[in-house]
């Protein structure tokens, strides 16, 4: 939008930041309850000026929140660095190299992404109870490991495709071996497009509550998991929920707002750049 | 990993005649595509085959050894099911509002950040992140913080005394998932604004184009591409939404708030029944499939044009 007249423009960047202000006043909200007693967090009319304290976050250790904020790290961690092993050499066959057939692999992994997770939550559960991965970490690696896969293999494929072809080209007619060619020439363009991939599975795995509540529990269960405890207690611990969904979400935001241009390509699968 | 990329480009040297050499070197080319494709059979196909294959017996975790085949009997009890049939109102309703509001929110907001204005980083980085918080803690913090009839900051703000997740349980559960959708779609359409040739708008406007007129005939149609892919995008997502339903009124009051997977959820955990609820999974599944289609169709397109680009 373009405006000639001055005052039209900050009047309009005024009304952007109002706008902006309001859409995340939950979350603002939040950051303020968090640092709240639980005396002050539900008043009437809600209370802006109050005596911050950190007591909510000593709270939230003492019920436990630690474990769940390691399997949820050892989970996303592992899985992701799982998701990279398998898609990075199957991008690679899917755009430098690629093989017979592409498109059609490439739809069946995007195809996967379509299919409704409930749909396969129950033969999931009845074969984790089998072989006693029920409340274990590695169900849900293995689970999150496919749910990421189709969206790094598209992902990481268009940036594959960004690796100028005359430069493989030349460095082969140079008589480079492929792995100096793979390192030398591929790896530099690629890297970027790789670490920003592993940011958006990490932020999939991190949120992912449907697989986390049905499979998990004391055991295994990751972040999501720790904040369902709070529904039993709704209205008597606003505070101590504030500060639990700041903590849990702390790690994703951070990401979120260091991955931001590549969050659109991640999202879209890797269409829209 | 590096040493089947390699394997795939060196030239197989093996002494075995012509023909199976060639074949061996398809396969070696294969071969860094096998275990992700493999692995995603595994964990995505396999569990939905075995979904169909329960979907027609009669088994109920509750009691033991009354597993047995049933045919189609489950799929009949289903349509019959008047609660199944509202769950899946409740689904198309969920979707469709909330795909398309939080379009048009998104479409407002990438608007608005389609220009230099001081702060606009920051301004983009704080609209993005009602999207990257756990869905878990926005449902939970909507319902109490927002929604609760007492010390909610909605009442507050607006000097009513609305008992919200009571009176409009499904009303309340969409407002959360637009909020958080909505920088989903200012993302994907502030790429595509940002994307449109600077020379047609600037063409547009020496031509004396009114801003609306620009709009209307120019930006609009650039962006198409882009508002169908969110919506596409969006609606896979959110036909599964789960988190805020559990989390904000468990589906209630009674099924007013119920949508499929909630209700498959119900189904199978707190009424175990394994047969009926396969049933309906497989049902969401072929529903999914038609749209699916259509998705995918456009997926290549747009992503056929991105590679000319």
């Known amino acids: ?146 749910m990421n896969l189709p969206l790094a293999v ?91 969904a700041l903590l849990a979400s702390l790690p994703v935001m951070i990401i979120g707002w260091v991955a931001q241009n590549h969050l659109v390509r991640g999202l879209s699968m890797g269409a829209v750049k | 990993m590096s040493q089947s990329v390699l394997d795939a480009e060196t030239p197989a040297v093996a002494p075995a005649p012509k023909q199976q050499s060639a074949r061996s070197k398809a396969w070696l080319r294969r071969a860094p595509l ?77 608007l608005l950040l389609d220009r230099k204005f001081i702060g606009r980083g920051v301004v983009r980085t704080l609209l993005i992140t009602p999207f990257l918080i756990l869905p878990a803690a926005g449902a939970l913090l909507w319902k109490t913080t927002m929604f609760d009839p007492t010390y909610g900051l909605l009442n507050f703000a607006l000097g009513t005394n609305t008992d919200w997740l009571a009176q409009y349980p499904l009303g309340a559960v969409m407002t959360q998932i637009v909020w958080q959708w909505t920088p989903f779609m200012m993302l994907l359409i502030l790429a595509g604004l940002q994307g449109q040739s600077r020379e047609v708008l600037e063409a547009a406007s020496v031509d004396g184009a009114g801003r609306f007129r620009t709009f209307w005939s120019i930006t609009l149609p650039q962006l198409t591409r882009y508002l169908q892919l969110a919506v596409l995008l969006g609606a896979i997502y959110i036909v599964n939404s789960f988190d805020a339903i559990f989390l904000m009124t468990q589906g209630g009051p009674g099924t007013a708030s119920t949508n499929l997977p909630y209700y498959i959820y119900q189904r199978a955990f707190e009424g175990f029944d394994i047969g009926q609820s396969s049933a309906m999974g497989v049902i969401v599944v072929v529903l999914t499939l038609l749209v699916a289609t259509f998705a995918l169709r456009l997926m290549f397109r747009t992503f056929g044009l991105s590679e000319v680009k």
Request: glycine share 6%; net charge neutral; charged share 10%.
């Open chain 2, 34 to 110: 096998l275990p992700a494709l493999l692995f995603t059979i595994l964990v995505t196909q396999i569990p939905f085959l075995v979904t169909v294959i329960y979907s027609f017996q009669s088994w109920n975790l509750v009691r033991p050894g009354s597993r047995h085949f049933v045919g189609l009997r489950n799929y009949v009890d289903v349509f019959a099911d008047s609660q199944f049939r509202g769950a899946m109102l409740n689904t198309v309703v969920l979707t469709v509002v909330c795909v398309l509001v939080s379009m048009v929110l998104g479409l407002f907001l990438a």
């Open chain 1, 154 to 244: 598209w992902m990481l494929r268009s940036f594959f495709l960004e690796v100028p072809r005359e430069m493989i080209e030349a460095g082969r007619i140079d008589g480079a071996p492929l792995p100096t060619l793979l390192y030398r020439v591929v790896l530099p363009v690629v890297a970027p497009g790789i670490a920003a991939t592993a940011l958006i599975c990490v932020i999939f795995s991190w949120t992912e509550f449907f697989y986390a509540v049905n499979l998990t529990a004391a055991q295994a269960g990751t972040v999501p998991v720790f904040l369902v405890g709070f529904i039993t207690s709704e209205g008597l611990y606003w505070a101590q929920l504030s500060a639990a």
């Open chain 1, 1 to 146: 939008m373009r405006t000639a007249n001055p005052l039209g423009r900050w009047a309009l960047t005024a009304f952007t930041w109002l706008i902006a202000i309001l859409f995340v006043f939950p979350l603002l909200w939040m950051v303020l309850t968090a640092f709240k007693q639980e005396s002050d967090a539900y008043t009437d009319p809600p209370r802006l000026l109050f005596t911050p304290t950190l007591e909510q976050f000593a709270g939230i250790l003492e019920r436990g929140f630690l474990p769940y904020l390691g399997n949820s790290a050892f989970v996303t961690v592992v899985s992701t660095l799982l998701v990279l092993v398998l898609a990075v050499p199957a991008a690679y066959a899917l755009s430098i190299a690629a093989v017979p057939a592409t498109r059609d692999v490439l739809g069946f992994f995007l195809s996967t992404k379509m299919l409704p997770i409930v749909a396969a939550i129950i033969p999931l559960y009845v074969i984790s109870q089998n072989i006693g991965l029920l409340d274990n970490v590695w169900a849900l690696i293995v689970l999150y490991t496919g």
